[in-house]
């Protein structure tokens, strides 16, 4: 599957998970893998508790057309966050540094909303 098509299902189904904890119905799972977990091994439970589809990149023994196997999971949920960012015709502001990130966005979100619409991330994500 390439990228359009991921974002296509993406466009209908716009929330990402990558915790079966905190699964969102209608949603993508992404499972990602890290040094102590291997989301794979929940792709299943994922669409159970009603995720629409999930990305996988180690086969599992469920084959279904919701479940879709690419490469690499991390690689693919960063080009769909390129991908999708690529498609947005909005000003984005992005916060570096080491101190104070969360709370000038804050004031930056709160200064925008009273002249503009305006989003921003919940809490220090």
Known sequence: MNIKELYTLYVNNPVICTDTRKIVSE?????????NFNGNKFAEEAINKGCSYAII????SRKDSNI?????????????ATYHRNQLTIPIIGITGTNGKTTSKELINV???SEKSCYATKGNL
Do not use: R, W
């Open 27 to 35: 949603s993508i799972f992404f499972a990602l893998k890290g040094d």
């Open 57 to 60: 990149d180690e086969p599992i």
């Open 68 to 80: 879709i196997l690419v490469n690499k999971v991390l690689e693919t949920l960063q080009e769909l």
């Open 111 to 113: 200064i925008l909303n």
